[in-house]
């Protein structure tokens, strides 16, 4: 079973409060690291990081919580906030020897990339984010019949307890659900790397609730906080996005300008899983955006 990307060298990396982040390191010069989304691990990159690693030193870690990285359980509803997921990054990086980054995420991984973003924006010189919206957004547009798309989102919301056990009881189908649905095309998770996707996450079931959780409430909170103080994304960002607007009735590129207004905001025709769906589409914007100026 494939478990990490071929030819990079694998590393577990000891961040604040002694979590250990397992990360898989390759190439050379400027750094750039990748964020995995869900229900995937640092897997999820390993055309697009075989590619960027030519020129780059790319770094691509598992999100506390998922994968081979340590989960550490959630005693006070802020172990998995964005805030302190992208402090994991920060602190990754730095310990690699790297104190500024480009930054690219899907996902979940997006969300901590733009807090990573918002928190730290002398750090991050360029971000990414593919298929996501910010968080504050994300519960504007889920409304009415169409929000069952993301019922998801709902069901992981709910207290400690009912949402561990129900999915925990049927983990395989659940996230192999939204492996089968979210993709356009069946062939791009090949049989061992869905494999090693649900494995990783039949054995993180409390950790990814509790991302999740953390969604509907403490990130909710910090990015009131950021609308309020009109804080932004002060470096160049590149947004790949699903149609969603069409689907959902509202304008994507506009919600995201409102948080990044150096935006290159492009809609893709591939499923959801697009680094592994359309790596070249992937990586060629990505390459347009780390040659944008960074502040």
Not at 21 to 28: L, M, W, Y
Not at 133 to 153: C, E, K, Q
Request: proline share 6%.
């Amino acid at each position: 079973m494939t478990t990490t990307i071929p030819g990079f060298a694998q590393r577990r990396v000891t961040v604040d409060g002694g979590v250990a982040i397992n990360v898989a390191v390759g190439g050379s010069g400027s750094p750039v690291v990748l964020l995995h989304g869900f229900p995937q691990t640092h897997l999820m990159w390993r055309h697009v990081a075989a590619d960027l690693a030519a020129d780059h030193t790319v770094i691509c870690p598992d999100l506390r919580g998922y994968g081979d990285s340590d989960k550490p359980a959630d005693t006070d509803g802020r172990t998995y906030s964005k805030r302190t997921m992208a402090k994991d990054v920060v602190e990754l990086a730095r310990a690699l020897g790297h104190d500024r980054f480009a930054l690219a995420g899907h996902d979940r991984g997006a969300l901590v990339a733009i807090r990573a973003g918002l928190d730290h924006p002398g750090t991050v010189t360029h971000l990414a984010a593919l298929d996501v919206l910010p968080t504050l957004d994300m519960w504007d547009v889920m409304r009415g019949a169409s929000a069952a798309v993301g019922f998801h989102l709902y069901l992981m919301a709910q207290p400690p307890g009912l949402p561990e056990t129900m999915i925990g009881n049927s983990a395989d189908a659940f996230f192999g659900h939204f492996l089968d649905l979210w993709s356009n095309d069946p062939n791009a998770i090949p049989a061992d790397v869905r494999a090693a996707y649900l494995k990783a996450c039949r054995e993180a079931v409390p950790s990814i609730v509790a991302d999740y959780r953390a969604t509907a409430t403490i990130d909710v909170e910090h990015d009131e906080a950021d609308r309020q103080a009109g804080n932004r994304l002060r470096m160049p960002v590149t947004v790949l996005q699903q149609d969603w607007g069409a689907a959902l009735g509202f304008d994507a590129a506009a919600r995201w300008r409102a948080w990044a207004p150096d935006l290159t905001h492009h809609t893709v025709s591939c499923g959801h899983f697009m680094a592994e769906e359309s790596p070249a589409e992937v990586v060629k914007a990505l390459r347009e955006l780390f040659g944008r100026q960074a502040p």
